[in-house]
T-cell receptor, first 114, second 112 residues
Framework: NAGVTQTPKFQVLKTGQSMTLQCAQDMNHNSMYWYRQDPGMGLRLIYY???????DKGEVPNGYNVSRLNKREFSLRLESAAPSQTSVYFC?????????????FGSGTQLSVL | LAKTTQPISMDSYEGQEVNITCSHNNIATNDYITWYQQFPSQGPRFIIQ???TKVTNEVASLFIPADRKSSTLSLPRVSLSDTAVYYC?????????????FGRGTQLTVWP
């Protein structure tokens, strides 16, 4: 079982460059998320998608855009990368357990912006 | 959204029981309490979830008092491999519309 797959695992960008982080899940989950994690910090929500065709802003959406391409795929785009976006990015999907959610995470993308 | 408060760090020795307490004073009626574990260079992994009283699985136990304003994750007989960051989250699908916020978590270090 692949679960949540993120690509690429590592990326180095120059300031002003653009790139798209890809995420796919094979668990038929409705909800998908993008988080970033900075050193010594917890995860901060960038964007989420409650279901196919919908997206919404999280805690730190500035500088990012997302696309929920279909039920499986949720991409994160940096249009003009900045050094402040150097971070580890995690994609997740979730299933509802009764009322509570259970999140499944990918292995992360280490992004450095020079 | 209910905010949680956890200790920043804890230390233990192999074989001991570890209890990590999370405070969530403004937990809502429909909120569940969920704990995740994160190892370095990996995404968080679900450990346990509960609503009230006690929940136990093969990894941990979760104790929730009647007022639900706090919860305690209990790890029995920890080993070196339990060294990780542990996150406490509260929320439900309805009110949070699927959004779940992580705090800084608790860094647990297990020593030999």
């Amino acid at each position: 079982n692949a679960g949540v797959t993120q690509t690429p695992k590592f990326q180095v960008l120059k300031t002003g460059q653009s790139m798209t982080l890809q995420c796919a899940q094979d668990m038929n989950h409705n909800s998908m998320y993008w988080y970033r994690q900075d050193p010594g910090m917890g995860l901060r929500l960038i964007y989420y998608s409650a279901s196919e065709g919908t997206t919404d802003k999280g805690e730190v959406p500035n500088g990012y855009n997302v696309s929920r391409l279909n039920k499986r795929e949720f991409s994160l785009r940096l249009e003009s990368a900045a050094p402040s976006q150097t971070s580890v990015y995690f994609c997740a999907s979730s299933e509802a357990r009764g009322q509570g959610e259970k999140l499944f995470f990918g292995s992360g993308t280490q992004l450095s912006v020079l | 959204l209910a905010k949680t408060t956890q200790p920043i760090s804890m230390d233990s020795y192999e074989g001991q029981e570890v209890n990590i307490t999370c405070s969530h004073n403004n937990i809502a009626t429909n909120d569940y309490i969920t704990w995740y574990q994160q190892f370095p260079s990996q995404g968080p992994r679900f450990i346990i979830q509960g609503y009230k009283t006690k929940v136990t699985n093969e990894v941990a136990s979760l104790f929730i008092p009647a007022d639900r304003k706090s919860s305690t994750l209990s790890l029995p007989r920890v080993s070196l491999s339990d060294t990780a960051v542990y996150y406490c989250l509260v929320g439900d699908r309805g009110s949070t519309l699927g959004r779940l916020y992580f705090g800084r978590g608790t860094q647990l270090t297990v020593w030999p």
